[in-house]
């Protein structure tokens, strides 16, 4: 039997953990590698790979990077390609319905979510910032509307207690490559039936902006904790020290719900035995924490290097909310 011949488009750390195990399969044949455009990262602004582009080239592969997945140059070098199915996982673009035609098996994404919940750009961050019990992936046909295309497999994961964003993403993208490869071969030889999405339980997944790490401590302390969790490692979630301005930005990288209560933003406890802090319901205890410019550090740490007294208030909000 001939060779499943792929190309793959992808661009972040998902994705090509996703190529890596196409690459692992015999029956498979990839072609090419697509990825965004390198992007200038650091201070010095050098152009820097993306994680596909990396993957690709270790492995000797050719790689693509149209500025546009529309560009008719790019297009036409797919046509010479020909390739059976295109398997895509966070490429990053919208794909123009030419590029969906092109393949006779169509093309194939890796979806962390269990759809219709969470369509859209931020599917692992907002499964932990609404206190999903669970989530997984799905493998599903593309067309034209965002994320809306025939499901063909799903597997599911529990989201733990220990969970934040980047374990979440990390177990999504292993749970998600394999079921990729698996899915593959039974749906181009036709024993997996497309189903279409339901139309209920569809949630749109927004975009994470930076101004979503913003602590508003009036919130239950569940949905803070859920809140630090979900945008670990970014944009983080941040409060501010009370302080002469300009206030003094305090990321918060790990903490826990606590039974203790009082005025939301009020410090409770500031001690060898830790730094709890009032919340509308409940209250955090925050475990690990960062300023500006400064390294993480435990409570303990910082409570040395920064005094702070039961009875103070953190502000819920700030003119400058710059992240470090």
């Known amino acids: 039997m001939a060779r499943l011949r792929l190309v793959f488009l992808g661009t972040p750390d998902l994705a090509a953990t996703c190529l890596a195990r196409l690459l692992q399969v015999p029956d498979f044949e990839v072609l090419a590698a697509v990825s965004q455009p390198d992007r200038p990262q650091g201070r010095g602004l050098h152009l820097h790979p993306t994680p596909v582009k990396l993957t690709a080239l270790n492995a000797g592969l050719t790689v693509l990077q149209p500025l546009k997945a529309s560009d008719p140059e790019f297009l036409q070098t797919l046509r010479r390609l020909q ?43 907002w499964a932990i910032l609404n206190g999903d019990p669970e989530t997984g992936v ?33 177990r999504l993208a292993q749970l998600g490559a394999d079921l990729l490869v698996r899915t593959i071969p039974d749906y181009v030889n036709g024993l997996i039936q497309p189903k279409p999405q339901p139309a209920e339980g569809v949630v749109h997944a927004r975009k994470i902006t930076r101004e979503d790490g913003r602590v508003d401590w009036t919130r239950p302390a569940v949905a803070i904790w859920n809140q630090v969790r979900g945008l670990t490692p970014w944009p983080g979630a941040f409060t501010h020290l009370p302080a ?15 039974v203790a209560s009082g005025q939301p933003g009020t ?22 924490v960062q300023t500006e410019g400064k390294r993480r550090l ?27």
């Open 83 to 125: 390739p059976d199915l295109i398997a895509v996982a966070a490429y990053g673009q919208i794909l123009p319905r030419e590029l969906l035609d092109l393949p006779r098996h169509g093309c194939l994404n890796v979806h962390t979510s269990l759809l219709p919940r969470y369509r859209g750009a931020a599917p692992i961050q």
């Open 138 to 170: 799905t493998i599903m046909r593309i067309v034209p509307a965002l994320d809306a295309g025939d499901i063909l497999s799903q597997a599911g994961t529990v989201i733990t207690d220990q969970d934040d964003a980047r374990t979440l993403h990390d």
């Open 244 to 258: 002469p301005p300009p206030p003094t930005l305090l990321k918060l990288w790990k903490a826990r719900p606590d």
């Open 267 to 288: 410090v409770l406890q500031a001690d060898k035995d830790g730094l709890v802090v009032a919340c509308g319901v409940g209250s955090l205890r925050l475990l690990e």
């Open 298 to 324: 435990t409570a303990q740490e910082f409570l040395a290097g920064h005094p702070l007294t039961p009875g103070c208030l953190l502000p819920s909000t700030s003119p400058d909310p710059l992240l470090p």
